[in-house]
């Protein structure tokens, strides 16, 4: 057995469903509460990879960086995450605000027209080309610390660590929040049964907006992880990623935030073991394939409990 | 009818009778209706749609223009794809995203069946059959994993089932059984399948474009009349019934699985039927042709006809593919802007007092701006506008033309979208005011920056029809059921 790529594959596996997982918590957090597919999430993830490239061209474009790298990554985070917090906000006050009580297809096809807007705006705007997204060569270099290297062959790049750290401190945060703040408990308050949530004194349309904002920064930062890890950006990046990062929270459970997280993991070993071991080609396959299973088997998901609904 | 003739509220004064509320089953009385509105609700819906095949059939005898007879050709298309996903989401209301995936297989199954690729040339009698019955077993394939679950499981279903069908059609060129086997050349790759036979019924051939034109018409028809049949049916009674409440569709002992099931691959039969006829007068397929930009481009024209109607079907494909095919030309795009900009404010603009503050505003800062600018910004003005004509030589002197629109042109685009949400949270006269700086910066994007992009533009608006539909108007055109999803 080739262990070079095992491990090489396994750390991509991993790295890429980081990205997943912080995509995949933002469809649960809206699933959980306003029982919405929210289309458009995955193109919001395209603006945030687009905001960290505005400000590598800020700095002098791809090559020729003139400024501290540590400085920059740290100003791409900050600016997508609040960006697309704020994208996520208008999102949700201006098409899905007023259908809230209307039938269950009116924000779904909504949803659709959102990402779709944001998907050919942006190639109005920004061009239909991959841009390249590779300023720091450092990043893409293999760590390597006191005279320690990883043996050759194997891939693990500074990369690959601050996209796992920077995705496992996110996921600590939004527990901290979900679970200790008076905000975090109206969520799941209203995630539970909004009108009793209503009835509490909870001001129902703000924890929707602030739950919008979270998951859309979550996902600004996976367009930024994205874009150090696989260097390029593009206007229909979103929808591909969109799809898994879906079905990731589906496979872990819609609803369920630490099941998001361990189905976007899940589907990113499955994209990443696929495409090494069989053919690029066959990862759409393969992801379709857990999909059907996991709705077939367990449609609660991995790591769901048994909806019992309520009439 | 008078004041008094009016039924009061049931909770007023009248209770009503058990079973039947009055206010509800009199709610076509209280609408108010005019003579004309009166008239159409009379004739019965069968002689609209003989009344639309007539007139279209006189399309060919009207203009020897090759392009509108395609143009034709393409809007009949759209009207079938419509009208088969209007069953799936319009009569069951199940959302249905690989529906163009359908429309691909029937493309890709009739091109398999009639062409050199695998020297198989079956008499498109048979070819038919097979391509709907087979778009209807897969359809039945893909519905089955969702068909306990929620309408949103479907839709993702169906949406990854779409992006799994281009992929492999894209890459089908090169199919192996497990990375064993050499690679077999199934659809073609990205350079798909060519030189496809025209139709061929039982010897009666179909070679010219007008053949394929009526061969598309008598299509249509025929599954017009019987989506109808089926809509008067005790089927389509009990679709509209579940699409209403599940819940009491299932304790009225309807089979509601299999009722969403039948649905679903009758919408995908006749996708695959509207392929047979696509690629029979391409004369070639590509996978590029069933992506996501065909599929809501027919759910705008769904939407925007009312889910549910057939009529709505037949008007939604009318009016969204021919405003399409004139964006495609700049010259007729800029008027059908100003046109349209101008019919929605004399719509929307009530009394006429504030439609001539607005429209003279408008003008009024048109020509202080360009003023301004001229002194300000010389070559803010000095561009070439994006139509000739006097409406073009109106516009020089009014719309700031920069001669590098392009930069200026995305941000002020994005400053349009920012404008236009603002104004949706104005109200009264900050919102009339509010509309005549917009009005302006959405012809000043038109000119220099859309009406150049006619592919993007495109798509851009069908996502706004999309948006601002379901907010507005959710049911459409003609539309007047509600749709649920369950």
């Known amino acids: ?311 | 009818m008078s004041e008094q003739n009016l039924p009061g509220r049931p909770d007023e004064a009248q209770v009503p009778k058990v079973g039947v509320d009055a206010w509800v089953a009199t709610h076509a009385e209280r609408v108010h209706a005019t003579r004309l509105q009166q008239w159409i609700a009379q004739v019965p819906r069968p002689a609209f749609y003989l009344a639309f095949g007539i007139a279209a059939a006189l399309l060919p005898a009207i203009t020897n223009d090759g392009y509108v007879i395609r143009v034709g050709f393409d809007t009949v298309l759209y009207m079938l794809l419509a009208l088969g996903l209007n069953i799936a989401v319009g009569y069951a209301g199940l959302l249905d995203l690989g529906y163009v995936a359908f429309f691909g297989i029937g493309a890709y199954g009739y091109a398999m069946l009639s062409s050199p690729k695998f020297g198989i040339h079956l008499d498109t009698l048979f070819v038919i059959p097979i391509a709907i019955i087979g778009t209807a077993i897969v359809g039945f394939l893909v519905a089955i994993p969702s068909r306990r679950l929620l309408g949103d499981y479907l839709a993702i279903v169906t949406l990854f089932f779409l992006q799994l069908f281009v992929t492999v059609t894209q890459n089908g060129n090169k199919i192996s059984v497990l990375g064993l086997t050499r690679g077999y050349d199934v659809t073609g790759g990205p350079n798909g399948i060519p030189d496809l036979d025209n139709w061929d019924l039982a010897g009666l051939k179909i070679g010219s474009l007008n053949g394929y034109y009526y061969a598309m018409l008598v299509t249509f028809l025929l599954c017009l009349g019987a989506v109808y049949l089926i809509d008067q049916s005790r089927t389509g009674r009990a679709w509209k019934s579940l699409r209403e409440d599940p819940l009491a569709a299932e304790l009225m002992g309807m089979p509601v699985n299999r009722l969403k099931i039948l649905a679903f691959a009758i919408g995908a039969g006749i996708g695959g039927l509207a392929g047979t006829l696509f690629a029979g007068l391409n004369g070639a397929v590509f996978s590029a042709d069933f992506d996501v930009p065909t599929l809501i481009i027919v759910y705008a024209m769904l939407i925007l006809g009312g889910a549910g109607s057939i009529g709505g079907v037949i008007l939604g494909a009318l009016v969204v593919n021919v405003s399409l095919e004139v964006l495609r030309t700049p010259g007729h795009a800029t008027w059908i802007f100003y046109v349209a900009l101008l019919a929605g404010l004399l719509a929307k603009l009530r009394p006429w007092r504030v439609l001539a503050v607005v429209l003279g505003g408008t003008i009024a800062f048109g020509y202080a701006v360009h003023a301004v600018a001229t002194s300000a910004w010389p070559s803010g003005v000095h561009g070439e506008p994006s139509i000739g004509g006097w409406l073009g030589r109106g516009l020089s002197g009014w719309q700031l033309e920069p001669t590098q629109p392009r930069n200026i042109g995305n941000w002020a685009f994005i400053a349009l979208v920012l404008a236009v949400l603002v104004l949706t949270l104005l109200q009264g006269w900050w919102r009339r005011l509010a509309l005549i700086p917009t009005l302006y910066l959405a012809s000043f994007v038109w000119d220099n920056r859309l009406v150049v992009e006619p592919s993007i533009t495109r798509l851009i608006l069908i996502g706004v029809i999309l948006i601002v539909l379901m907010n507005a108007r959710p049911q459409g055109l003609l539309g007047s059921a509600r749709v649920e999803i369950v």
Request: contains cysteine; aromatic residues 12%.
């Open chain 1, 1 to 311: 057995m080739n262990w070079n790529l095992f491990v090489t594959e396994l750390v991509a596996g991993i790295t890429h469903g980081s990205v997943y997982a912080l995509i995949a918590l933002g469809y649960s957090m809206v699933y959980g509460i306003l029982k919405l597919l929210n289309f458009a999430h995955g193109d919001v993830y395209m603006v945030g990879a687009y905001i960290g490239y505005g400000w590598i061209t800020v700095f002098g474009g791809s090559f020729a960086m003139h400024a501290n790298p540590v400085l920059i990554l740290v100003l791409m985070f900050v600016t997508a995450m609040i960006g697309c917090g704020l994208l996520g906000m208008m999102i949700e006050r201006f098409a899905y605000r007023r259908l809230r009580s209307a039938p269950r297809i009116a924000p779904l096809i909504t949803a659709l027209g959102v990402s779709f807007f944001l998907e050919n705006a942006a190639q109005l705007v920004l061009g239909a080309q991959q841009q390249q997204y590779n300023p720091f060569g450092w990043l893409k270099g293999p760590i390597a610390l006191h005279g320690w290297k990883l043996p050759s062959g194997v891939l693990l790049s500074y990369a690959h660590a601050i996209i796992v750290a920077g995705t496992i401190v996110l996921c600590v945060l939004l527990t901290w929040f979900v679970q200790r703040t008076q905000t975090g408990k109206a969520m799941r308050a209203v995630s539970f049964d909004r009108e009793a949530a209503a009835m509490m004194g909870i001001d129902v349309d703000r924890v929707i907006v602030v739950t919008f904002f979270i998951g859309s920064a979550l996902a600004g930062a996976a367009g930024v992880f994205n874009g150090i890890e696989y260097s390029q950006v593009f206007p229909t990046m979103g929808f591909q990623a969109g799809l898994f990062a879906f079905t990731a929270a589906v496979v872990g459970g819609i609803g369920n935030l630490p099941g998001s997280v361990a189905g976007g993991v899940l589907i990113g070993l499955a994209e990443s073991f696929s495409t090494g071991y069989l053919s690029s080609t066959f990862q759409q396959a393969i992801v379709f394939a857990i999909l059907i299973a996991v709705m077939l088997v367990r449609p609660s998901g991995l790591f769901g409990r048994a909806a019992v609904q309520k009439v």
